[in-house]
């Protein structure tokens, strides 16, 4: 599922990858709100599409080439023992967040070709390389060689919103680089609304996806802030909110959990929301955050014709057991798309 949301990182418009929904009423699902409140932390019931797009802190590389220079092809980091996946961050003293940025480093007027100390982070930790850069012979500019990545873009799914402070979290795991699977890391993004245009069904061996659309340059529903293994994070726009009339319902924790029956909410089609059956199989014993905390299985039957079970893309898609949020769909088994994994509600923290 993750790997699904990154292989459309770089379309720019219409985004292919999945999307679930939320549900609209007056009362907790048969709970009153005045029950509801008594001690118990309150949310938005997510499920509903977002357009996501992300800028990177510091730029992966995600490869080292080399420079036509007017002398031949020269390699700067060619025994730097450099790896797909390393993040620069710095080179000198400046801050390096995009490729913009390294060109107007390398090319500012002050720069006559000398080496550059580039600082990088790999698996927690830094590290720095000293390079001369290459100067380009076609376009004169000064360059290191390096193929990276400053930003992503794709579709994904909301599990919920805070109803006091309007923080958000969705998908349930992380968005990670197509080419290196790191985590990437976040300086600053957006997340919009967006619109679930079809739906490819799951069968054993291969995962379905929905797919959905949304436009960059849409009105901004939030900003994103943290990317992790366990969600994407941020703060939403309280005005846009609160014109959306979402759901309130009860945050639970692990020890709500229970086997048995339970719905997700998501959407299948354009933007309708729906609650479908499931049944939770299995709940782990976990005192800490981690992945897969509990085991489901659809059982809806209209769900499964739809889509043949869980699909990619429904990842963050909202589980609510006994009038209460659970947690969240974030896998799919691929040999058998009627069960997946779920992330307790615990674990998705700001």
Same mark, same amino acid.
């Given at each position: 599922?993750?790997?699904?949301?990154?292989?459309?990182?770089?379309?720019?418009?219409?985004?292919?990858?999945?999307?679930?929904?939320?549900?609209?009423?007056?009362?907790?699902?048969?709970?009153?709100?005045?029950?509801?409140?008594?001690?118990?932390?309150?949310?938005?019931?997510?499920?509903?599409?977002?357009?996501?797009?992300?800028?990177?802190?510091?730029?992966?590389?995600?490869?080292?080439?080399?420079?036509?220079?007017?002398?031949?092809?020269?390699?700067?980091?060619?025994?730097?023992?450099?790896?797909?996946?390393?993040?620069?961050?710095?080179?000198?003293?400046?801050?390096?967040?995009?490729?913009?940025?390294?060109?107007?480093?390398?090319?500012?007027?002050?720069?006559?070709?000398?080496?550059?100390?580039?600082?990088?982070?790999?698996?927690?930790?830094?590290?720095?390389?000293?390079?001369?850069?290459?100067?380009?012979?076609?376009?004169?500019?000064?360059?290191?060689?390096?193929?990276?990545?400053?930003?992503?873009?794709?579709?994904?799914?909301?599990?919920?919103?805070?109803?006091?402070?309007?923080?958000?979290?969705?998908?349930?795991?992380?968005?990670?680089?197509?080419?290196?699977?790191?985590?990437?890391? =976040? !300086?600053? &993004?957006?997340?919009?609304?967006?619109? @679930?245009?079809?739906?490819? +069904? $799951?069968?054993?061996?291969? #995962?379905?996806?929905?797919?959905?659309?949304?436009?960059?340059?849409?009105?901004?529903?939030?900003?994103?802030?943290?990317?992790?293994?366990?969600?994407?994070?941020?703060?939403?726009?309280?005005?846009?909110?609160?014109?959306?009339?979402?759901?309130?319902?009860?945050?639970?924790?692990?020890?709500?959990?229970?086997?048995?029956?339970?719905?997700?909410?998501?959407?299948?089609?354009?933007?309708?929301?729906?609650?479908?059956?499931?049944?939770?199989?299995?709940?782990?014993?976990?005192?800490?955050?981690?992945?897969?905390?509990?085991?489901?299985?659809?059982?809806?039957?209209?769900?499964?014709?739809?889509?043949?079970?869980?699909?990619?893309?429904?990842?963050?898609?909202?589980?609510?057991?006994?009038? =209460? !949020?659970? &947690?969240?769909?974030?896998?799919?088994? @691929?040999?058998?798309?009627? +069960? $997946?994994?779920?992330?307790? #509600?615990?674990?998705?923290?700001?």
């Amino acid at each position: 599922m993750c790997k699904n949301f990154c292989s459309a990182l770089f379309v720019a418009f219409l985004v292919f990858i999945s999307v679930l929904c939320f549900s609209f009423a007056p009362f907790v699902y048969g709970v009153h709100m005045s029950q509801a409140y008594a001690g118990q932390k309150m949310v938005y019931l997510g499920g509903f599409p977002i357009g996501i797009t992300l800028n990177t802190k510091g730029v992966i590389v995600i490869g080292v080439s080399s420079v036509t220079t007017n002398n031949g092809e020269v390699t700067p980091f060619k025994n730097a023992e450099i790896k797909e996946g390393d993040v620069l961050t710095h080179i000198n003293k400046s801050e390096v967040n995009s490729a913009t940025d390294i060109s107007s480093i390398l090319n500012d007027i002050t720069y006559k070709g000398d080496s550059v100390t580039c600082t990088f982070l790999r698996n927690g930790s830094t590290f720095s390389k000293r390079v001369t850069p290459a100067k380009d012979s076609i376009t004169g500019l000064y360059k290191l060689g390096l193929w990276i990545r400053d930003n992503a873009a794709g579709v994904g799914t909301m599990t919920y919103i805070d109803a006091e402070t309007y923080k958000f979290a969705c998908l349930g795991h992380a968005i990670s680089d197509i080419d290196t699977s790191i985590v990437m890391p =976040v !300086l600053n &993004g957006n997340i919009y609304k967006c619109n @679930v245009i079809g739906v490819q +069904k $799951g069968v054993k061996g291969k #995962a379905g996806e929905l797919k959905g659309l949304f436009l960059k340059n849409g009105s901004v529903l939030g900003n994103v802030t943290k990317n992790c293994e366990f969600g994407v994070y941020g703060q939403a726009n309280k005005e846009m909110v609160e014109t959306m009339h979402l759901t309130k319902v009860i945050l639970g924790n692990k020890s709500m959990v229970k086997v048995g029956k339970a719905q997700i909410y998501c959407t299948v089609d354009g933007t309708t929301p729906k609650a479908y059956d499931v049944e939770i199989i299995k709940a782990m014993n976990q005192n800490s955050p981690e992945k897969r905390s509990l085991v489901l299985k659809i059982t809806d039957k209209t769900l499964l014709e739809l889509t043949g079970g869980i699909v990619q893309g429904m990842s963050g898609s909202p589980i609510v057991q006994n009038n =209460v !949020l659970i &947690g969240a769909v974030t896998h799919v088994f @691929v040999n058998d798309p009627t +069960k $997946g994994f779920g992330l307790y #509600a615990d674990w998705m923290s700001f």
